[in-house]
């Protein structure tokens, strides 16, 4: 039987044994040999994804090279030689009795010809950001022990509300919805009626700045309405009509391109780039773009360059520069609720009604992993800066925090007492936050995932911002600030 090079090296023939005979003598001097730090592992990338596979370890960290990735194998086969000695000298041995064509391929290449225009911007911009968090991956693992974690994690316990103001005046000042950080600092504000408001801080407090509405665009299905408008659909609650083509469903205050200042979503079914300083004017529409079916969400690419937005089951892919949609893609049974790329923009994740997560290459728009782990919908997702770990929220009044690089759920936390309607990670992942209906919003140790603190907004939460070591939250009819 052919043996090669570095499987002579690993599993000593003294004994002049099969691999499956081998003395209990042969057995200790490969452990010791693998507890050094000069043990060979293959060269060939056909073979180290074998062992990986062997060992159920993630075959592929997006941005790493074959190198990369055989200096992964060395250090996985030094942490877990000790306890899973038996399995590493089998996954060796099936190397011995297995041929390798080579014809594998490493990656998905082909895509809808409209992505052709964006694949290589796509791709050299998702690389430099994965080779980045790759170089700085040591050092954060290194800073963030379990107990600077907690250390971290801990400076939310005495967390409260500390900023309180109503955006909407007059009629129009109920039912809030999407809310961010503007670059500025201010929080821009949507609400069910279609208005939107910037609330921006003056000697410790928050005051009302600037107000405005969409108005009509020819040719679009945009329009300009007055509250109560009679032509035109009603949602009726708690005895006032509210005009739902009208609704706010998402604002995005940060990560944009230069000059836009917010990004906007809404049941008309227009995604809006506005742009002018919204601490002092009024911000005009600069970029408005249009579906067929009303928006839920949207979110910038890292590009900054592109933007992802949500349309019943599909996501779109637009090019912001001129408003072009270049791709859409359907992947859920019923309505998409979130939709978010990953920090280095080769993937993105969507999460729906039908209670799924979808996984999308964003460099060829298909779709390589469905996640199924809620038994409601889900509403809301946040990837974790660390590139692997995906937090979603959902009706089922839990959080789950994926690893994506095994597909399964690292941790399932019962997050609040009705649906989760806002997720995400601060402080370079040492906390995770949560808002729901039951109106608290909740921070969480960003490892354990223990609870560090819990703040009663006393009214649903409809949406939560993050910026710095502040949360914006947008209740029914007024956002609290809590530090």
Known sequence: MHVTPYLCF???????????????????????????????????????????????????????????????????????????YAVIKRAFEELDRRAYTGDDEEFVTRG????????????????THAKDRL???????????????????????????TGFVEPMDGVRRQYLHG???TASGAIAVGSFQGDYSIATRSNDEWVVGPQWRRTAEAGTHGWAMDVGDSDRPVLTTEGRNIPIEARVTSIVGQGLPRGIEIMSTD??????????????????????????????????HPTLSLAVSAAGPKWYLWDVNVGTNLSAAEGHALPIKAVVPHPDGAMLATVGMDSTVALWDMRTGQRPLV??????????AAWAKDGYRLATGG??????????????????????????????WTGGDSALWTGGHDHRVVVRNGATYDMEAAVDVHTRVMAVACRGGSLAVAGRTAVSVIN
Not at 284 to 296: E, F, G, I, K, Q
């Open 10 to 84: 690993v599993f000593s023939r003294k004994t002049h044994q099969p691999h499956n005979r081998m003395s209990e003598a042969a057995d200790d001097s490969v452990r010791q040999r693998f507890d050094g730090t000069d043990f060979p592992v293959p060269t060939k990338w056909e073979e180290i994804r074998h062992i990986f596979r062997a060992l159920k370890e993630p075959i592929i960290l997006f941005g790493e090279d074959v190198e990369d990735r055989r200096t992964r194998l060395r250090q996985v086969l030094h942490a877990r030689i000790a306890d899973d």
């Open 112 to 127: 809808p010809a409209q992505l052709a225009s964006v694949r290589a911007a796509i791709i050299e911009s998702s690389l």
């Open 135 to 161: 170089s700085g991956e040591h050092d954060r693992v290194v800073a963030q022990t379990p107990t600077v974690i907690a250390d971290m994690a801990s400076s939310w316990r005495g967390m409260a509300v």
């Open 179 to 181: 809310i961010d950080f």
């Open 267 to 300: 049941v008309d079914g227009c995604l809006t780039l506005w742009s002018g300083d919204p601490t002092h004017t009024t911000p005009s529409a600069a970029l408005t773009m249009h579906h067929p079916t009303p928006v839920d969400h949207a979110a910038p």
């Open 371 to 380: 996640l199924s782990g809620h038994v409601q919908g889900v509403v809301c």
């Open 395 to 424: 009706l089922d009044q839990r959080c789950l925090i994926w690893d994506v690089r095994r597909a399964v759920v690292a941790s399932e936390v019962m997050a609040h007492g009705s649906t989760v309607t806002a997720v995400g």
